[in-house]
């Protein structure tokens, strides 16, 4: 079987799957709550893996090891960044935004909690939201698929707009159908997929390298600050990787799963599960990039001409051609986990936050799922039609939209769940702030620190401060505020019996 036999066939078998699930999902999904948000049923691991795969997208297989591959160790503070953020975010958001969903409302979307959190009697919060989470994920949907039409142009050879039309009407299939469930258990496959291809390539080359004192030596060879996380770094730049792990509190496509979890409690296992899976997957991205300035250090003239094709390269340098298929699959699996999750937040907001605000009667329950699909649909539509030329500046717009995100939502998130007295109007102040921080930060002399950082200080500086200047009591809001902080209390004393069961018997 030749190499591009092998690989055609792994990616149809990945194709044929994920449109099954799709289909499975379907079954399972009878009103707007399931398409959207999956009846709040997500075990732990599920809801951990699929914010995993909707979180790292390309970016784990492709993006990190190119980058280490050419400038060393010091390219890892992102992914240092992104991991403490993670912890962060399944330890004090998770819970908290579970138990404060359901008790108010039972919200299914972000801007419907902040809308019935803070009981702010217009319209205009959902509105600001909605059209936020609209303009970020279009374009971020677009990279996607811009993504996409470049892996197999690169890959297979194939035109870039045949393989953005393929990855597009894939991804809408099995996302149109399956809805929220639907993307989260195709999630779920990818990221086993992702995670089995992040360590079976790292392993294999070391070996193949000759082993650890090997592959050390070869690499210092090359270069011997390749192994360094200071050298050539500053201290702004330092900062503003690590300033990625403040985006998290803010990514609606990753903190919806928190919300369908089955129960609070259900947070400290999807931690373990969440943050074992993305430790062991972005050491095993590092490694793969540590092994191919090892393997090719030697062999300069094989290297590849694109250092973010390091991981697809090795693969099929160290593995028979149907298992460098399914690695291709995997990063594959990994763009269009990221695309379809932001599908479905997308279509919640066009849907739920903003076409359920002008009709007067509510929809029907299976109208409503048809009106999500509809949403998916739009979305999808106007995405692909902005990838149609191809653009890199599409691409990256991705850090971007990760900045807008964090700044707009971040504080925002973080202050209805800790604190009594955010308002509505202060939500609307720092949301809109925070967003437009992001826009101006750009064209500023400071540009060099990544625009998240004043993003999130403005947003959160204008909130607490028009909070505080437009604050009033209200018996419902302290009602529901005190609700959810008893039910996360409830469960982490739930979760801590267990504990001490277990630990005595």
Known sequence: MTQQIAQTVAIVIYFAAMIGIGLYANRRTNNLDDYMLGGRNLKPGTAALSAGASDMSGWLLMGLPGAIFVSGLVEAWIAIGLTIGAWLNWKFIAPRLRSYTEVSHNSITIPSFLDNRL????????????????????????????????????????????????????????????GFLGATYTDVVQGVMMFAALLLVPIVGIIGVGGFGQMAENITAVDPDALSLVRGATVVGVVSALAWGLGYFGQPHIIVRFMAMRSPSDAKYGRRIGIGWMVLSVIGGIATALVGIAYYGNRPDEAPTDPESVFLDLAQVFFHPVIAGFVLAAVLAAIMSTVSSQLIVSSSALVEDLYKLTVKEEPSARKQVWLGRAGVGAVALVATSLAWQQNNTILGLVAFAW??????????????????????????????????????????????????????????????AVSL?????????????????????????????????????
Do not use: N
Not at 476 to 482: A, G, L, Q
């Open 119 to 178: 009981k702010g009697g217009s319209r205009m919060l959902r509105i600001v939201a909605g059209v936020i989470i609209l303009v970020f994920f279009t374009f971020y949907v677009s990279s996607g698929m811009v993504a996409g039409g470049l892996f197999f142009q690169s890959s297979f050879g194939s035109t870039y707009h045949a393989g953005l039309l393929l990855v597009a009407g894939v991804t809408i299939g099995y996302t149109l159908f399956g």
């Open 403 to 464: 900045a807008g995100f964090g700044a707009a939502f971040g504080p925002i998130v973080i202050l209805s769940l800790f604190w009594r007295k955010l308002t509505s109007l202060g939500a609307i102040t720092g949301m809109a702030l925070g967003a437009v921080t992001v826009f101006v930060w750009t064209v500023t002399p400071w540009a060099d620190l990544y625009e998240i950082i004043p993003g999130f200080v403005v947003c959160t500086v204008a909130a607490v």
């Open 469 to 505: 200047a437009t604050y009033r009591h209200d018996p419902e809001v302290e009602r529901e505020f005190d609700s959810a902080a008893e039910l996360a209390h409830a469960a982490q004393d739930e979760m801590k019996a267990a504990k001490a069961e277990s630990a005595v018997s």
